[in-house]
Nanobody
Framework: EVQLVESGGGLVQPGGSLRLSCAAS????????MSWVRQAPGKGPEWIAG????????YYADSVKGRFIISRDNTENTLYLQMNSLKLEDTANYSC???????????WGQGTQVTVSS
């Protein structure tokens, strides 16, 4: 059974940091391109960060560039998102996505809630 399980969300003050994890199982994690996508209340999904399987290149949305870092540990089948200098507008449900480079298969986790509030 394919599973993506996010963790690490919570309540944090503006300027604080959190590290999200996405534990993968049931598929060959190391061969999948991985991304983080978030959805704020009342808004559509926003892709924020991606990491290629083939060359480990990373990509970021302008809204998080310079503050968030995506990484993966293929030995632990885990994707990470280090979030620094958090802002109120970062409040959202954060989900991880796994997709084969050709796009033939895609899996989603249930998400973890991040709330930035003073």
């Amino acid at each position: 059974e394919v599973q993506l399980v996010e963790s690490g969300g919570g309540l944090v003050q503006p300027g604080g940091s959190l590290r999200l994890s996405c534990a993968a199982s049931g598929f060959n994690f190391g061969t999948y391109d991985m991304s983080w996508v978030r959805q704020a209340p009342g808004k559509g999904p926003e892709w924020i960060a991606g990491l290629n399987a083939r060359d480990a290149r990373t990509y970021y949305a302008d809204s998080v560039k310079g503050r968030f870092i995506i990484s993966r540990d293929n030995t632990e089948n885990t994707l990470y998102l280090q979030m620094n200098s958090l802002k109120l507008e970062d409040t959202a449900n954060y989900s991880c996505n796994a997709v084969t480079p050709g796009g033939m298969r895609s899996y989603w986790g249930q998400g973890t809630q991040v709330t930035v509030s003073s």
